[in-house]
């Protein structure tokens, strides 16, 4: 069974520029979660999809937003990069949503987005 | 709120040595408790978790984890260490409620020595 898939896996852009990020979850699965991943604030949670629709979302500014299509597949978007943005972005998939204990999560390798 | 707490950022031992990594969480509510491993350039692996049945949590890799209510703690153990646990080690709490929300520790480096 293929495992988590994340495109791109390293992006650079520019500082005020927006960046799209993919993930495409194990087949089954219907949960997609976010994290962004840095050296001075560890993993962060960004926010979880389940079945189209957001149903957790973290401290982040609006600028952070995702989206689940019928497929599971998700994206997620940053718009107006800042320098801080820069960091791994994980993605997670899970059978379903509703306890963290019940359902196993599985780590995409991540993005490595840089912002110049 | 939840939280994680990992002390030091880096831990080294010898192949064949006790590893023991450290977390204390902090929760107002009963906790979920994880350990995910990552190696370079790899995404999170989970380890093991607690989820209120056996205190003694066994893992993937030899790994074993405690859970202690009284000392709101989970630490990560492995009797001997083999040259492959070199990684980075992430322990995590989330609860009920929460969904798929993992709240996660700065994460501790372990290097190890032939």
């Known amino acids: 069974k293929a495992g988590v898939t994340q495109t791109p896996r390293y992006l650079i852009k520019t500082r005020g520029q927006q960046v799209t990020l993919s993930c495409s979850p194990i087949s089954g699965h219907r949960s997609v979660s976010w994290y962004q991943q840095t050296p001075g604030q560890g993993l962060q949670f960004l926010f979880e999809?389940?079945?189209?629709?957001?149903?957790n979302k973290g401290n982040f500014p609006g600028r952070f937003s995702g989206r689940q299509f019928s497929n599971s597949r998700s994206e997620m978007n940053v718009s107006t990069l800042e320098l801080g943005d820069s960091a791994l972005y994980l993605c997670a998939s899970s059978l379903g949503t509703g306890s963290a204990s019940y359902y196993e999560q599985y780590f995409g390798p991540g993005t490595r987005l840089t912002v110049t | 709120a939840q939280s994680v707490t990992q002390l030091g950022s880096h831990v080294s031992v010898s192949e064949g040595a006790l590893v023991l990594l450290r977390c204390n969480y902090s929760?107002?509510?009963?906790?979920?408790l994880f350990w995910y491993v990552q190696y370079p350039n790899q995404g999170l692996q989970l380890l093991l978790k607690?989820?209120?049945?056996?205190?003694l949590v066994k893992g993937i890799n030899g790994f074993e984890a405690e859970f202690k209510k009284s000392e709101t703690s989970f630490h990560l153990t492995k009797p001997s260490a083999h040259m492959s646990d070199a990684a980075e080690y992430f322990c995590a709490v989330s609860f009920i409620g929460a969904n798929s929300k993992l709240t996660f520790g700065k994460g501790i480096t372990l290097s190890v020595r032939p």
């Open positions: 999809y389940f079945s189209e629709t957001q149903r």
């Open positions: 607690y989820t209120s049945a056996a205190t």
């Open positions: 929760s107002s509510v009963p906790p979920y």
